[in-house]
């Protein structure tokens, strides 16, 4: 072991398995898109069943997995103080698989299989909430346990990939469901097919908890659990013995003061985390991302040409998060963030513009493209680092839950008023994404403190000035 430096593979080995959580996180939220319209075939959510609440029937069955975010987000700050990282992300690995798997064959135990009768709808709902649940950990917990597991010097980096691995996620499973699909009748789709689409969640699952049993628990929740030998063995490997101890001593005048309250360190802390969640909702993002189709074909695209510039934006998503990751610690967090809020809002504004003049084609393909490529290099993935290292170790896992929680409401907010403001006006729509993207530079400008190369125990004397 290396007195100066720690082992590379090590440290990198570790992350990639934390970043499954975050493959995971993308490809449950995803996979249901395959799945719309033969989950309204199979359950018979038309109006001769259900009248006119069927829209309203459909739309909980596609979005009841945002209740299980939610939840999950909720109770992760319960889950990380009392098991640990490691243990609640074991938690959440169950729930993936348990959902894929009863998602997928929802009247297994209960029902006669092929009958989508309502109390096999309720179970497929319930089975999508555990998934949900588990998308909620993952959220809050894969980025705290990269962050407490990473040197200072390559922290953003290694967060970052957290989110690299949450877009990839939500493009392999766009590819998995063409693959389930292809060449098959509609009748086989809405059948079977939509099955193979939830129960593929599993294999992903399976090799996440598998793979946690090879990664040790996080050195600063050891170090705060009382197994210090444990955390400098860790810290040394990762850091190399000398820094490892330096480290440790950190750790150790930081966990004497045992805070319970979340607001031991005042509110602007707290309200930082939050807003960082809710402006990166707030600016639009997953209204792109899960609308896409829709918004091509309602700027007049066809329905392949649309499904192509989906293709399109998933790679320019996963390109411009590559970007973020190898300057997030070159560069710092603000500068990135406040570049990135220009880009959205010169994205937002034009494609706004573009709409109010019935201009459509390629040029609004390309602000759109512009949008998405600013959010990705900056508040998708930059967002997630902060929250996961801001807080001090003290009030580290219920400030990020409070902070994800927000993350979740926000984005179920943003989701469900997109179809009425679109209706409204559709120009006033992206407008208002493009205000809230200049009132995020003003944020990041003025509230938000920079934390690049800072340890995660440095962050506690920064918050008591």
């Known amino acids: 072991m290396n007195e100066h430096s720690g082992e590379k593979f090590y440290i990198f080995g570790i992350t990639l398995v934390a970043t499954l959580g975050g493959l995971l996180f993308g490809y449950d939220t995803a996979v249901i898109s395959g799945a719309v319209d033969s989950l309204k075939m199979f359950f018979h959510l038309d109006e001769a069943t259900f009248g ?70 309720i179970a497929f709902n319930i089975y999508r909430i555990i998934g949900g649940i588990g998308v909620g950990l993952a959220s809050a917990i894969c980025p705290m346990y990269i962050a407490e597991i990473a040197p200072a010097e390559i922290r953003g980096k290694l967060v970052s990939w957290n989110q690299f691995a949450i877009i990839f996620g939500m493009l392999v499973v766009y590819f998995v469901n063409f693959f389930i699909t292809k060449g098959e009748s509609q009748a086989w789709i809405d059948a079977i097919g939509w099955r193979y689409m939830f129960a593929s969640n599993a294999i992903p699952a399976a090799i996440f908890g598998f793979l946690l049993f090879l990664v040790p628990e996080t ?31 950190e750790i150790r005048d930081t966990a004497h003061e045992k805070i319970e309250k979340v607001t031991a360190y005042g509110w602007k802390v707290l309200i930082i985390g939050i807003l960082l969640s809710v402006f990166q909702q707030v600016v639009g993002i997953n209204v792109v991302l899960y609308y896409a189709p829709t918004i091509f074909k309602g700027l007049g695209f066809g329905t392949g040409a649309a499904m192509y510039q989906t293709v399109i934006m998933g790679f320019v998503n996963i390109v411009f998060t590559l970007v973020a990751i190898f300057t997030v610690d070159k560069f710092g967090r603000k500068p990135l963030l406040i570049i990135g ?114 340890t995660l125990e440095e962050m506690q004397g920064l918050w008591k000035k």
């Open 219 to 249: 050195p600063r929740y050891l170090a705060l659990s009382n197994q210090e030998e444990k955390a400098l063995n860790i810290l040394s490997k990762i850091n190399g013995t000398i820094k490892a101890c330096k480290i440790l001593q």
């Open 52 to 121: 006119q609440a069927a829209s309203f029937y459909h739309g909980a069955t596609v979005s009841s997995a945002l209740i299980g975010c939610i939840i999950g987000s909720i109770i992760s700050g319960i889950f990380a103080t009392k098991l640990g990282r490691k243990k609640s992300l074991l938690v959440a690995a169950v729930m993936f698989f348990v959902s894929a798997m009863g998602a997928s064959f929802p009247e297994v135990f209960f029902f006669h299989k092929g009958e989508g009768t309502i109390p096999v709808l």
């Open 341 to 454: 809020s220009v880009g959205m809002a010169i994205g937002m504004f034009a494609i706004g513009l573009l709409a109010h003049l019935q201009i459509i084609g390629v040029s609004t393909l390309v602000f759109i493209v512009i949008y998405s490529a600013s959010f990705m290099m900056s508040w998708g993935p930059i967002c997630w680092v902060l929250i996961s290292e801001i807080f001090p170790n003290t009030i580290r896992g219920k400030a990020v839950a409070i902070a994800v929680a927000a993350q979740w409401i926000s984005n179920f907010i943003v989701s469900a008023s997109f179809p009425s403001l679109e209706s409204f006006s559709i120009t006033f729509t992206y407008c208002l994404y493009g205000v809230m993207s200049v009132l995020s530079i003003l944020f990041v400008w003025k509230m938000v403190p920079e934390t690049k190369g800072k």
